[in-house]
């Protein structure tokens, strides 16, 4: 058994990692995070091995990991397979990539869009609300 001190309870755990209660349960729902037992009549406690891993899942998650992949990057961090880390964060670096150029594009057609309404002056109709309606928004 672990000293007491080294244990934590799931309001704690949450505590130490900046997240709610309700995120750690979410986790262990997705089978990210294990749920400790519970003792009879007691209280489940997490150790510093569960701080590491909702710290990992977290960080993951800010550089744009599913959770399907962060489950997968965790069992393959069980096996310390780096190769099949790394092709899933190539994967992933392709999707960010493809991502960019979309909002890019977005970004060049929305910022025309707003030109064409600065330009307009007072016209009955709006040049970015007619080509909504029109649907002739292209992201080029």
């Not at 995070?33 to 701080?51: K, Q, T």
């Amino acid at each position: 058994m672990k000293p007491r001190a080294a244990l934590l309870t799931i309001g704690r755990l949450a505590e130490a990692v900046g997240v709610n209660v309700e995120t750690i349960r979410f986790y262990q729902r997705k089978r990210l995070l294990r749920e400790p037992p519970r003792p009879l009549g007691g209280i489940r406690h997490y150790s510093a091995e569960d701080v590491a891993r909702v710290k990992f899942i977290k960080a993951a998650q800010r550089i744009g990991f599913s959770l399907n992949e962060i489950h997968h990057l965790l069992r393959l961090n069980e096996g310390m397979q780096c190769d099949a880390a790394a092709e899933l964060a190539t994967h992933h670096l392709q999707d960010v990539r493809t991502r960019l150029q979309d909002l890019r594009r977005m970004e060049v057609t929305l910022a025309n869009l707003l030109d064409q309404c600065h330009r307009g002056g007072k016209k009955v109709a709006c040049p970015l609300i007619a080509a909504l309606q029109t649907n002739k928004v292209e992201a080029s």
